[in-house]
């Protein structure tokens, strides 16, 4: 018994002692509660901006790998023909540095894509004198990039007679910065396909480009049917574009026609390469115009072209300044009898899909033969 109740005396010393422990912890724990509590809302709290720091600076981390990313591959499709040259990323510099060049005091540059402010330095002017071409195909090339030329001498530009008419190509380039002149020359005599005019060569030249091509239509091939203007980086099944324009309902007069882009609004964002400034252009939109990788005019349009051009304040989109010129010569563009031939991108080879259309945007030369010498394989296309 007494050991019970010292045994149960004892359970409730214990018990006691326990209470009264919990008791005497009670505040204590109490405090760590507290404590803990408080920590974990000043840990919850630091992660919280923590985490929010890291995130802005990821961001901007992402931000700036973009960026340079964005410029690395600006810097290759500039110099590798990557990519149409209306998609390449150049921030003109003279719209960094010095302001849009169309302020003169004497307003001289409003002649700057009066072409024959220029002169040609090589020349074929025999190309349209012994046989009248139906289309002549005008390349505007970079002075650099002669992989592009190969391409096309290779493929849709080697071939002189389609489907019955004669076709000749002619590749237009300016002045580089370097003396390529001696190469150019020894490239001219081994092909007789140059043109080349002593303005510079730059991105933001390309309207002076489209506009000697222009004159020279004008002083050297104005007998010729049709001519397009095509971009160096474009497959061109040149047979479906002779067989378009040999149509019956094909105009021979006043007729432009190819990828018709309507109410384009004028880039005002100075990090666009297709920045224009309102001083250049004051309107908000473009006129109607045909996309610059391919479009195709009767040929007595390139001589009002030319005398137009004096009327008309230069800016550096030679598709949207060609819309130009037909807006001030009352003209309408025409839409192609199937528009859908006139693609942009390609995603991917597909010889029955190459053998309807007329144009696409190529990646590289390489893509252009490769699709070139499938397209030509014998065998069905479908
Ligand atoms: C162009 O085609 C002809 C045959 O019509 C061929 O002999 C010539 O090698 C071709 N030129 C090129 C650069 O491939
Ligand atoms: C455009 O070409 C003209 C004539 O060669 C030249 O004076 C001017 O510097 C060129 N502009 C640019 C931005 O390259
Ligand atoms: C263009 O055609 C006209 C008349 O048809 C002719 O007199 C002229 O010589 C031709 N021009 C060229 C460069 O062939």
């Not at 404590?35 to 992402?62: A, D, G, P, R």
């Not at 939109?285 to 009002?304: A, C, Q, R, V």
Request: hydrophobic share 35%.
């Amino acid at each position: 018994m007494g050991d019970q109740k010292t045994g149960s005396g004892g359970k409730r010393l214990k018990r006691q002692s326990v209470e009264s422990l919990c008791y005497q912890k009670k505040p204590s724990l109490h405090f760590w509660f507290q404590f803990l509590l408080l920590l974990c809302l000043l840990v919850f709290i630091l992660c919280f901006y923590l985490f929010n720091l890291t995130l802005s600076w990821q961001e901007k981390f992402l931000l700036h790998r973009q960026q340079w990313f964005f410029n690395k591959s600006n810097q290759v499709n500039v110099s590798a023909y990557k990519v149409h040259p209306k998609h390449k990323a150049v921030i003109p510099e003279i719209y960094k540095t010095t302001g849009p060049p169309t302020v003169h005091p004497e307003g001289i540059q409003y002649h700057q894509a009066y072409p024959r402010n220029y002169r040609f330095i090589i020349d074929n002017p025999e190309t349209c004198q012994k046989e009248t071409p139906f289309l002549v195909l005008m390349v505007p090339v970079e002075p650099s990039n002669v992989q592009a030329w190969d391409a096309i001498r290779q493929t849709w530009g080697n071939e002189s007679l389609v489907q019955g008419q004669l076709v000749a190509t002619l590749f237009m380039l300016g002045r580089s910065g370097e003396d390529d002149s001696e190469k150019l020359k020894q490239e001219n005599l081994q092909h007789h396909d140059l043109i080349q005019s002593d303005f510079m060569d730059t991105y933001v030249n390309l309207t002076i480009k489209t506009m000697v091509i222009m004159d020279w239509l004008t002083t050297r091939c104005r007998n010729a049917t049709y001519t397009m203007k095509v971009d160096s980086d474009m497959f061109l099944n040149i047979d479906n574009l002779v067989i378009m324009l040999k149509k019956a309902e094909i105009p021979t007069k006043e007729y432009l026609t190819g990828n018709i882009m309507w109410n384009i609004p004028v880039i005002r964002s100075k990090d666009s390469k297709w920045y224009v400034p309102e001083e250049m252009f004051p309107d908000s939109k473009y006129p109607t115009y045909t996309m610059g990788m391919g479009y195709i005019f009767s040929n007595d349009l390139p001589e009002k072209f030319v005398e137009v051009s004096k009327m008309i304040k230069p800016f550096n989109i030679e598709d949207a300044y060609i819309g130009m010129c037909m807006k001030k010569l009352e003209l309408e563009l025409t839409p192609p009898p199937n528009p859908s031939q006139f693609k942009t991108y390609n995603t991917k080879y597909n010889r029955c899909e190459y053998s309807q259309i007329i144009t696409y945007i190529l990646g590289s030369p390489q893509e252009l033969v490769n699709y070139w010498t499938d397209l030509k394989k014998p065998g069905p296309h479908c």
